[in-house]
Nanobody
Framework: QVQLVESGGGLVQTGGSLRLSCAAS????????IGWFRQAPGKEREFVAA???????YYAGSVKGRFTVSRDNAKNTVYLQMDSLKPEDTALYSC???????????????????WGQGTQVTVSS
């Protein structure tokens, strides 16, 4: 079955950086878009970034210019480089996969499969 596993989270000070990884199995990786989402305590899951099969990238306004998503199809892995981290970036970060046919569909939680357990990112002030 489709399975994605996140890693790379941790505790970092404001202004610091982290790189998250999302390793996928059970699918033809190069055919799928991979999305990153985050959920803070008491809040709904929200879109962070996504990368399509063709390398097109999409970002939430709150992270644009600070986060960079990339993929290595040979390793079935997607990365999320997070720079200039802020306390409001503190959340559980998860990745998932989807077939994407329109630019807008990567932003929607519905349609993604293979959700991982997530990796915790904590940014201290």
């Amino acid at each position: 079955q489709v399975q994605l596993v996140e890693s790379g989270g941790g505790l970092v000070q404001t202004g610091g950086s982290l790189r998250l990884s999302c390793a996928a199995s059970g699918l033809t990786f190069s055919n799928y878009a991979i999305g990153w989402f985050r959920q803070a305590p008491g809040k709904e899951r929200e879109f962070v970034a996504a990368i399509k099969w063709n390398g097109n990238t999409y970002y939430a306004g709150s992270v644009k210019g600070r986060f960079t998503v990339s993929r290595d199809n040979a390793k079935n892995t997607v990365y999320l480089q997070m720079d200039s981290l802020k306390p409001e970036d503190t959340a559980l970060y998860s990745c998932a996969a989807r077939r994407s046919y329109f630019s807008s569909d990567v932003y929607q939680v519905g349609g993604y499969i293979g959700w991982g357990q997530g990796t915790q990112v904590t940014v201290s002030s």
